[in-house]
């Protein structure tokens, strides 16, 4: 299972992120799978941000509960992030990651699958 995440680089303030995960190898719908969107801002550890099961209950971290949405495209395989209303402080690497089976969303090492991240920037 290989995961890429794909998205803008760049996003203004009070702007909603979007980005993309493809998943190939597998169906994100396979029994299961949990998908996962994590980040890491500059200087932090990682963050766990929200998950997407395979039958499409969603998951979020209460601290950004309000500003996260987590959905998926299963006719190509992806799952996607929007995070909005975001401020310079959302500037971090961007990962998207999988886990088979049910598991602790911020033990790191407990996924299975992680794409490579993507640096997203906030900034006018």
């Known amino acids: 299972v290989q995961l890429q995440e794909s998205g803008p680089g760049l996003v203004k303030p009070s702007q909603t992120l979007s980005l993309t995960c493809t998943v190939s190898?597998?169906?994100?719908?396979?029994?299961?799978?949990?998908w996962s969107w994590i980040r890491r801002s500059p200087g932090q550890g990682l963050e766990w941000m929200g998950t997407i099961a395979y039958s499409g209950s969603t998951y979020y971290s209460p601290s950004l509960k309000s500003r996260t949405s987590i959905s998926r495209d299963t006719s190509n395989n992806q799952f996607t992030l929007q995070l909005s209303s975001v401020t310079p402080e959302d500037t971090a690497v961007y990962y998207c990651?999988?886990?088979?089976?049910?598991?602790?969303?911020?033990?790191?090492?407990?996924?299975?699958?992680w794409g490579q991240g993507t640096q997203v920037t906030v900034s006018s």
């Open positions: 990651a999988g886990m088979t089976g049910w598991g602790l969303w911020e033990q790191w090492n407990e996924y299975d699958y």
């Open positions: 190898g597998d169906s994100i719908t396979t029994n299961p799978y949990y």
